[in-house]
């Protein structure tokens, strides 16, 4: 008699031990058979087919943007940096410019108000790719306005450098206006070809009252992102030494990005 009749007769036949028989052998044939499917299905929606929503923060001289930029190429997703939406408002001359313009020049934060704004609505544009985005969120009220705007990152990375590390990178850092790609006199120079420019905010003055007010908004930002979201990278030395770090950690995320394996 095959396996399947006796289950079927078992059952029909109203005699309750054959049936607890019966209920017991199918279950048992379920589980081998459908276990593996199961767990790898589980691992395919939570890690294959995850699209990337990743924050990188750090002090300005931390290298945030360098490194999302490179990150967003690898995990195909879309780069985005608070500042370069403040710099399109500004270039376009938008009903919010000449607010972005005087924080800016000034070393403030731009209001959480406008900020979660201009910068939640690119988040929501860039969801069905997925984005890395640095420079945002800044504050504790950033990071909420992205929770309640369904706009919540699944990993927020903190690059951490010393004070003097990062002050000697923004006096030598450069932009290139065209690609706002970032570049550094020393570190990582422009090619020769690049038509590179000095920041406004990079400016001695304007950058220690941009420093001290980002060291303690980042810090108590960082208070409200749940732990297993939360990863701290040592960011004081090389680009390749930060960049190893944070592959390190994004592989085990997004294993479908950096890893030929399959499920």
Not at 104 to 128: C, P
Not at 163 to 177: F, I, K, M, S, T
Not at 202 to 212: A, L, P, T, V
């Amino acid at each position: 008699m095959s396996r399947r009749s006796f289950f079927k007769r078992a059952w029909f036949s109203g005699n309750k031990p054959y049936v607890a028989l019966a209920l017991t052998g199918a279950a048992v044939w379920f589980h081998s058979n459908h276990t593996d499917y199961m767990f790898h299905e589980v691992l395919r929606e939570k890690y294959v087919e995850q699209k990337p929503h990743i924050v990188i923060t750090g002090l300005p001289g931390s290298g945030k943007s360098t490194q999302a930029q490179y990150f967003a190429q690898e995990l195909d997703a879309q780069h985005i940096s608070s500042g370069d939406v403040f710099r399109k408002e500004i270039y376009n001359g938008t009903r919010f410019s000449e607010e972005l313009k005087s924080s800016m020049e000034s070393g403030k934060l731009v209001s959480d108000n406008l900020s979660n704004r201009l910068v939640n609505r690119e988040l929501r544009k860039a969801e069905e790719k997925g984005w890395v985005l640095d420079g945002h969120p800044r504050t504790q009220k950033n990071y909420e306005a992205m929770c309640i705007g369904q706009v919540k990152p699944d990993l927020v990375i903190v690059i951490d450098v010393d004070d003097n590390v990062a002050q000697q990178r923004c006096e030598g850092r450069l932009r290139d206006p065209t690609t706002n790609k970032i570049y550094h006199e020393k570190y990582n120079p422009p090619p020769k070809d690049a038509k590179v420019e000095k920041r406004n905010d990079d400016e001695k003055d304007i950058f220690k009252k941009r420093f001290k007010t980002q060291v303690d908004s980042i810090s108590e930002m960082i208070k409200v992102v749940p732990k297993e979201n939360l990863v701290t990278i040592n960011g004081s030395g090389t680009i390749e030494e930060t960049r190893n770090a944070i592959q390190s950690v994004l592989s085990q995320r997004y294993p479908k990005y950096f890893s030929n394996e399959s499920f």
